[in-house]
């Protein structure tokens, strides 16, 4: 891995902070601002961000830079979207020359990844192994379920090693297949699915709100239970994502929600670079 001013080898700690995480996916960017090393269980960004689309308007990261972020940052990227990377590095080298840009690959996290090809697995699904093995019992395994654009469900052994998973549509991803493969069927606006909808539809959005949502929830229950006969363990279940709250309040089984996973992962592989 390498940014436009070196290898990450000649980088201190000092350096690090403060930093800005981004986790860029196909339909949204997230960013956090991390401002100094911390012993705290996961380190929580002290202000986040986000944009969505599949090309976002990067002039409101921009005002969201002048308000909340020091003049000189590092840009730690981990990232699934390499179109929309690209833009936000070319944008960041004109706004912003001073600051110093890494792209985070499977190599540079202290994760093992106990797959055939490492280096093919989404660096987010890594980066949130790499913060669940912060918060999860040494003694017991994690399953991790992130409800992003499409949603993941991996498994995380008990010696800390990444697994694999399952990748599905998620819950917007299908209301759009449904909308687009079909003569009739409505686009709906799944963020409006903040709480568990009746599961009797009596109308057409209703019963596609229902089956999007009850539907996903079924997945990911059979999959916990699945991956946790894998594990050969009774796993810690993590749930990230926009979807999560909603998600975890109608899964009614024994988890944490942690909200910015992926952006904690992103910061302690940052903190973990070796000094100068």
Do not use: Y
Not at 22 to 31: S, W
Not at 104 to 132: H, K, N, Y
């Amino acid at each position: 891995m390498k940014d436009e001013l070196g290898t990450m080898s000649e980088m201190t700690h000092s350096s690090v902070f403060p930093l800005v995480a981004a986790d860029v996916g196909n339909n949204r960017i997230k960013l956090g601002l991390f401002e100094a090393d911390s012993r705290d269980e996961l380190p929580e960004p002290k202000a986040w961000f986000g944009v969505s689309d599949r090309e976002p308007d990067l002039d409101r990261i921009g005002r969201w830079l002048s308000e909340d972020v020091p003049a000189s940052v590092s840009w730690w990227i981990g990232s699934v979207n390499r179109p929309t990377t690209t833009r936000l590095i070319d944008w960041l080298r004109t706004t912003r020359p001073s600051d110093r840009i890494t792209m985070l690959a499977a190599g540079d996290l202290s994760l093992v990844v106990a797959v055939e090809r490492p280096d093919m697995v989404g660096i987010d699904r890594l980066l949130d192994a790499v913060a669940v093995n912060r918060l999860r019992d040494p003694c017991r395994a994690a399953v991790i379920v992130d409800l992003g654009s499409a949603i993941t469900v991996d498994a995380v052994s008990r010696e800390g090693s990444f697994l694999g998973g399952v990748i599905m549509p998620g819950i917007g991803m299908s209301a759009r297949a449904l909308h687009e493969f079909t003569d009739l069927l409505p686009w709906i606006d799944v963020a409006g699915l903040t709480r568990p909808p009746l599961p009797l539809g009596k109308a057409t959005i209703p019963a596609m709100q229902s089956g999007l949502f009850w539907g996903t929830v079924g997945a990911i229950r059979q999959l916990v239970e699945l991956l946790s006969k894998e594990v050969a363990d009774e796993p810690e279940v993590f749930l990230s994502g926009g979807a999560a709250p909603a998600i975890a309040e109608a899964l009614d089984l024994p988890l944490r929600h942690v909200p910015h996973l992926t952006l904690a992962g992103i910061a302690l592989t940052a903190k973990a670079q070796p000094e100068a």
